[in-house]
């Protein structure tokens, strides 16, 4: 067989180290197709080059990275990405780990080669391939118990994918429902939708307890965003006045009652739309177009300072200047009532920061979610000082993945894990009287329905009639289960540890 026991030992060496998935029976099949004797020299090279093909997309499958249709699909996206930025993906593809242990097989394997029948021992490591979910299934706790004190059962593929499908029959029918018109005193809605922007993100650069999450007066500390790309997450938000939807139901036409900007219109506010980026990259645009259920048009502050480059060169506008302007624009119109989305890429990953050149990602992170910290901390301060009465909700699309894993780069986000999924989240009220209250914190699993009861009850029971607390508003939010999903993957929480369902319905306990 030559070098290609080499070839199955590498990819033994990586998925024993829980970098790659192991298909059996296609590295069985391939392993016959290069095992077998042929003595034509013809017939050899064209196995040799039908096999380094299947070899390669085989290899290529079983990895953690977008499946090939859809970098197929993204490739003119690719396509405009700056030299630079291609450059640093490629050296974030480098885990010294990984790399290290794959010379060190390489190492052994031409040692032996000669001495040995290195294919005997592919085989049989191919062959103990299947055991190692067992002994994953073994190690992990035995059982789980069922809700309702109901019989435990046992943590099987069969077990998890029941579950996976019960969560979503029971989100189904769930709902949120506006009151048909505001009342009492009439005050603003500032909806800050944050591109990479997550728990352990912060925690990485050490801004986890920055003023901004420490002023909030309703902080969600286990919100999940449920998507970790941009398109899917505006779309989870914009619809989150509905129960959480599969990933494929994404792209059907959106139901009306399940419209968030939709149903505050309807409240009796008039609905606006901001960005910071021109959201061409990936249709993002259109996906917020297309679920937003009003008439708000989107176009570039042309007053606003352009901070940063995207990585496909766009222009990427600061965010203190495009919602300051904003709100400049906002005291002069007529509505005594305006809600507003804004959507800002300021963190988005392969941003460059105009006049600096960073040392490596995180640091350009570090200093960019500065800034950002800064800038939102200013406007909510600006909204302050108007003494007018708003109330501010920030809600991040998903993480930035910035300190990476061992089965996805720094980055990459294929895999929604709770790192990435896990977002600061909440709400700011301000306005006269309103004073210093501390403040509250929901510990429970929360969601975009939970969100989206929130700004109901605050509509429907005005916070600025009477002065008081926001006990009675927090009081029965729904939560919702941690899951998960990008087209294919799924990543569920059980208890106190998290599944991954892989696109070929296979499951694996994260670590």
């Known amino acids: 067989m030559g070098f290609w026991s080499c070839y199955f030992l590498l990819k033994l060496f990586l998925y024993y180290g829980g970098y790659i998935e192991f298909a059996l029976w296609w590295n069985l099949g391939l392993f016959a197709l290069v095992a077998w004797p042929l003595r034509m020299r013809l017939l050899r090279v064209a196995r040799l080059c039908l096999?380094?093909?299947?070899?390669?997309?085989?290899?290529?499958?079983?990895?953690?990275?977008?499946?090939?249709?859809?970098?197929?699909?993204?490739?003119?996206?690719?396509?405009?990405?700056?030299?630079?930025y291609l450059v640093d993906l490629a050296m974030r593809l480098v885990n010294p780990a990984m790399l290290g242990g794959m010379v060190v097989v390489i190492l052994v394997w031409l040692l032996l080669a000669h001495r040995l029948r290195?294919?005997?021992?592919?085989?049989?490591?191919?062959?103990?391939?299947?055991?190692?979910?067992?002994?994953?299934?073994?190690?992990?706790?035995?059982?789980?118990?069922?809700e309702g004190g109901a019989a435990p059962q046992p943590l099987s593929r069969e077990?998890?994918?029941?579950?996976?499908?019960?969560?979503?029959?029971?989100?189904?029918?769930?709902?949120?429902?506006?009151?048909?018109?505001a009342d009492g005193p009439p005050f603003d809605i500032v909806l800050l939708h944050i591109c990479s922007l997550g728990w352990d993100d912060m925690q990485l650069v050490?801004?986890?307890?920055?003023?901004?999450?420490?002023?909030?007066?309703?902080?969600?500390?286990?919100?999940?965003?449920?998507?970790?790309?941009?398109?899917?997450?505006?779309i989870r938000l914009l619809r989150g006045t509905c129960g959480q939807p599969r990933h494929e139901s994404l792209y059907e036409a959106p139901a009306p009652e399940c419209q968030l900007m939709a149903q505050i219109e309807h409240a009796g506010f008039e609905v606006q739309w901001e960005m910071n980026h021109d959201g061409r990259f990936g249709g993002f645009h259109g996906d917020i177009a297309g679920n937003l259920g009003t008439a708000a048009t989107m176009t570039l502050d042309p007053g606003a300072q352009v901070?940063?480059?995207?990585?496909?060169?766009?222009?990427?506008?600061?965010?203190?200047?495009v919602l300051a302007n904003w709100w400049q624009r906002?005291?002069?119109?007529?509505?005594?009532?305006?809600?507003?989305?804004?959507?800002?890429?300021?963190?988005?990953?392969?941003?460059?920061?105009?006049?600096?050149?960073?040392?490596?990602?995180?640091?350009?992170?570090?200093?960019?979610?500065?800034?950002?910290?800064d800038d939102t901390n200013r406007f909510l301060d600006l909204l302050a000082q108007s003494g007018r009465r708003v109330v501010v909700v920030l809600v991040p699309e998903h993480g930035a993945a910035l300190r990476g894993e061992r089965r996805q780069m720094s980055g990459l986000r294929e895999i929604p894990s709770w790192p990435i999924?896990?977002?600061p989240t909440g709400i700011e009220v301000l306005g006269p009287a309103r004073g210093e209250s501390p403040q509250q914190r929901i510990d429970a699993p929360m969601s975009y329905l939970g969100l989206s009861q929130l700004l109901a009850q605050l509509i429907a029971d005005n916070p600025y009639a009477?002065?008081?607390?926001?006990?009675?508003?927090?009081?029965?939010l729904p939560t919702t289960d941690a899951v998960a999903e990008n087209d294919g993957t799924v990543v569920m929480r059980v208890g106190g540890s998290f599944h991954m369902r892989t696109p070929d319905g296979s499951w694996t306990l994260l670590d």
């Open 307 to 321: 901070t940063q480059r995207a990585f496909d060169g766009s222009p990427i506008l600061g965010d203190y200047d």
């Open 330 to 373: 906002r005291l002069r119109m007529p509505a005594d009532r305006v809600a507003l989305y804004y959507n800002g890429a300021s963190l988005h990953d392969g941003n460059r920061i105009e006049g600096y050149r960073a040392s490596n990602v995180v640091d350009s992170y570090r200093r960019r979610l500065r800034t950002f910290l």
């Open 466 to 476: 009477d002065g008081s607390g926001l006990d009675r508003h927090l009081a029965g």
């Open 118 to 146: 290195m294919s005997t021992f592919a085989l049989i490591g191919i062959l103990t391939t299947p055991l190692l979910p067992l002994v994953q299934q073994w190690l992990e706790p035995r059982v789980l118990m069922a």
């Open 51 to 84: 096999a380094v093909g299947a070899g390669a997309a085989l290899l290529y499958s079983e990895t953690f990275l977008p499946p090939i249709g859809r970098v197929l699909q993204t490739a003119g996206d690719v396509a405009t990405f700056s030299g630079a």
């Open 421 to 423: 999924t896990h977002a």
């Open 206 to 234: 050490e801004m986890a307890d920055d003023r901004l999450i420490q002023r909030l007066d309703v902080l969600m500390t286990q919100f999940n965003t449920a998507a970790s790309y941009s398109g899917p997450a505006a």
């Open 159 to 181: 077990t998890l994918t029941t579950r996976l499908n019960s969560f979503f029959v029971s989100e189904a029918p769930r709902r949120v429902r506006f009151p048909d018109a």
